[in-house]
């Protein structure tokens, strides 16, 4: 059995699990629309705003399929124009 043939053998989902855009023959047809939607949104969004870790500490990355953090950090969101939080400064 090779690594590809691994997927083949998992058990199929559970029967209501959260599949956003479905899978299969009747996968959704405006999965690849929403996700680009998704960035522009974002990146307009992001324009507007300033992230700042809440509290200044190591974020150490944990590899997985995707690379996330080992304990996931609270964020600050600011707009962008507006003064620093005091603390938050060096």
Do not use: H, K, W
């Not at 599949?19 to 507007?48: D, K, N, W, Y």
């Not at 990355?61 to 003064?83: A, H, K, Y």
């Amino acid at each position: 059995m090779t690594r590809r043939d691994s997927y083949l053998t998992l058990p199929p989902p559970a029967r209501f699990a959260y599949m956003p855009f479905g899978a299969g023959p009747r996968v959704c047809i405006g999965s690849q629309f929403a996700l680009t939607e998704l960035v522009l949104i974002l990146a307009i969004m992001m324009r507007a705003v300033r992230i700042e870790l809440a509290q200044p500490r190591i974020v150490r990355p944990i590899g997985t399929v995707s690379t996330q953090p080992d304990n996931p950090p609270p964020f600050l969101l600011q707009l962008r124009g507006e003064p620093r939080a005091a603390s938050l400064c060096p």
